[in-house]
């Protein structure tokens, strides 16, 4: 895998950390390799991890919605972590919308908010 | 003054040198007398009202100086500084800006009907003086009154700085809660610091919910219910909800003209009912949690 991303897997979840800026072609890639971690792993959710990003685009912004799509047809859960408030605040005045996404401060917020709504989901 | 070049200039501000020199030691000569008519002359005007007589009378005795320094060098340093240290005591006191320029061209008038006086004999001199004098005089007219409106929008802006943080704190109410007293006028500007301020605030202290009370601005505009919106937008992508207390009526309206999803805002009526809101969601976290 090219460009300075990690996919690792963590008992049920996969954690996807994003450590540099992308090309779009390494966004489109690491779109695929995550599906694809997807399928190879049970995953029941999936963290992907953003705050290395000084820019969020609209084409990052699809990037990432096509992944909780993907996630969520396999029955995932997806949350976007880390998003930096330059960052937070560039995408709102472009209006760049990441719903239905879910967001968390940073990685272990985006697992504790996991872990609540898979037990919520289990005791429905 | 700036360098001339042909001989026929130079010969004029050779004139024009020893001119300003006569004038200059005139103008030494007579100070005493020169100096309690320029004061007579503002107390006539009702000028400088807010200090007693011998405050005028000091300042007074040092702008004279200045001034006369300042016809003899053509530098306005000295006196630039002076204004501004002399603006930086006259303005907390309420002196206004038309005091300033008044008594400024007071002395201009009162230092040119010396002249006139003394020169009134000669016409062709008299003439010579006053080319002389003119340019100068209105140079330290200009020199003054920009060094007391530069001071003013000095301490304007340190006042409005101060203000800015005073107004907008961000308090921890309690472990991942933060509130958000906006009180006074917000504009642009001061949104767009709120936001960042309160963006801030959520990565520091790892807040969940921030309540934003708007209790204490009467109005805003369009742009500036905008702006709160995009708070509240940027907030939601770093993970923390954000609950709008304290709108009146007025500022709903304005809302509901601009025609925004209202489906994304979190309200209530005060800060109590904000708080509330915001123990519930925090709690729904808590009591949930394996």
Known sequence: MSGPVSILSRGDYLIASIQGDLSDAEVVEFRDDVAERLGSHDARGVVVEVAALDVIDSFVARALRSIAVTARLRGAETVIAGIQPEVAIAMVHFKLDLAPLRTALDLDDALELLQRSLYARANE | ?290
């Open chain 2, 1 to 290: 003054m700036s360098s001339r070049s042909s001989s026929a200039e130079d010969v004029e501000s050779r004139v024009d040198d020893s001119l300003l020199r006569e004038l200059v030691s005139l103008l030494r000569d007579r100070r005493t007398e020169l100096r309690e008519e320029w004061v007579h002359r503002i107390t006539d005007a009702d000028l400088l009202n807010v200090m007693t007589p011998e405050e005028i009378f000091g300042e007074v005795t040092a702008v004279y100086d200045n001034y006369v320094d300042v016809l003899e060098t053509g530098s306005v340093e000295t006196l630039r500084a002076y204004a501004r240290d002399l603006s930086e005591r006259i303005i907390p006191r309420g002196v206004e800006t038309d005091e300033v320029l008044g008594i400024v061209l007071l002395l201009r008038d009162v230092l040119a009907r010396a002249l006139f006086v003394h020169y009134v004999r000669d016409g062709e001199l008299l003439n010579s003086i006053f080319n002389a004098y003119e340019p100068a005089a209105n140079r330290i007219a200009v020199t003054v009154s920009v060094s007391f409106v530069e001071e003013r929008e000095r301490v304007i802006r340190e006042q409005q700085e101060a203000i800015r943080e005073l107004s907008t704190p961000v308090l921890q109410v309690r472990n991942q809660l933060l509130i958000l007293p906006i009180i006074g006028v917000l504009d642009a500007e001061r949104a767009r610091q709120l936001t960042e301020q309160l963006l801030g605030a959520i990565q520091s202290s790892r807040a969940k919910v921030v309540v934003i009370d708007i209790t204490g601005v009467g109005t805003i505009d369009q742009a500036v219910a905008n702006h709160i919106f995009q708070a509240v937008e940027a907030a939601q992508l770093m993970g923390a909800s954000a609950i709008i207390t304290g709108l009146s009526a007025k500022i709903a309206q304005t809302i509901v003209e601009l025609g925004v999803d209202l489906s994304m805002l979190t309200t209530a009526g005060d800060l109590q009912g904000g708080l509330e809101e915001a123990e519930r969601i925090l709690g729904l976290g808590a009591t949930d949690a394996p």
